[in-house]
């Protein structure tokens, strides 16, 4: 099958695109830079065809698509950063990727008959209570401007096309970019006492591992909502930070605080997301390892 993968220079896009090239599959890679020199880091990357496509441009996504003709979508390109989503002066942009970009891609794949995988997030839940999210729950209520957009992306996806795989993942890790892992890594080098919060609840996601099941969803006709992070049990960014420094065989000490001393951000963080997952297995998908074992290959692949 052919493929064309948005957001590419980003976590997620960079290891579809190589989990592609490992099944001999063909893909092209699409992204808003003029081109694509591979992960930051310097690690593996395929040299797959690049195309710079800005999505909130209609015409050039019919354009390119109905050339390229793909047999399915890996929409992975989106605003991610939450706190600078909140800001008045940038909402305007926020909703033309997250939503009319997303729009502008699930015309084109209705336009040509094929697959769509969106990227979606915990943040289209409310965040409240301990009960984990299941992934055809319609209970929404968004606590942020990126929470409402992915939502309204969901539901622009859902409401033109039949294809589609809705995938929400959380917390996500990859060598292709910053993350949390990465972060607290460098604070580690330098201080000897760190404060995570202890009060949000979830899972990890590594981009390596979802890519191949991502991949696998495609290969099938199992359309739906579904839920992917990590295996391993559900923690909050406390027990994550002491997990990374145990495995790095940092010393630095890590202090848990609730979010509300750590410090009120822009946009309000979910305290609960966590998600169900079971219907991975009840479609007959192979769940992600755990995330411990994530970290340990992800410490691996990276310099620190």
């Known amino acids: 099958m052919k493929y064309f993968v948005t957001g590419v220079c980003g976590q997620l896009g960079h290891d579809v695109m190589n989990e592609l090239a490992s099944r001999g599959n063909e893909g092209i890679g699409s992204d808003i830079q003029p081109e694509y020199s591979g ?73 040509l008959d094929c697959r769509m995988i969106y990227i979606s997030t915990d943040y289209v839940f409310n965040g409240q209570g301990e009960e984990p999210w299941k992934p055809d729950c319609k209970d929404y209520a968004p606590l942020c401007v990126y929470g409402q957009t992915k939502l309204d992306g969901e539901l622009a996806v859902a409401k033109t096309i039949e294809k589609y795989f809705i995938v929400r993942i959380a917390w996500v890790f990859g060598v292709n970019g910053k993350n949390f892992i990465k972060t607290m890594l460098n604070v580690g080098k330098t201080h000897d006492r760190v404060t995570v919060v202890s009060d949000q609840i979830g899972t990890p996601t590594y981009t390596y591992d979802l890519a191949r099941l991502l991949v696998d969803m495609s290969e099938t006709d199992k359309y739906g909502y579904y839920h992917a992070t990590n295996e391993g049990g559900y923690i909050s960014w406390y027990d994550f930070t002491k997990e990374i420094y145990k495995q ?46 994530a970290l340990s290959r992800f410490l691996s692949v990276i310099e620190y």
């Open 248 to 293: 790095a065989g940092y010393t630095t000490e890590v202090v848990p605080v609730t979010t509300a001393e750590y410090g009120i951000s822009k946009a309000a963080r979910p305290f609960n997301s966590r998600l169900d997952k079971s219907k991975l297995v009840d479609m007959g998908f192979t769940p992600l390892p755990t995330w411990q074992d």
């Open 39 to 111: 992960a930051a880091d310097g690690s593996k990357v395929t040299e797959m065809p690049y195309v710079s496509l800005d999505i909130t441009d209609r015409d050039k996504v019919m354009e390119t698509l109905k050339e390229i003709k793909p047999d399915v979508v890996v929409h992975c390109a989106a605003w991610t950063a939450v706190d600078a989503a909140e800001d008045e002066e940038n909402q305007a942009k926020v909703k033309a990727i997250n939503v009319d970009g997303t729009q502008n891609i699930a015309d084109a794949c209705k336009l």
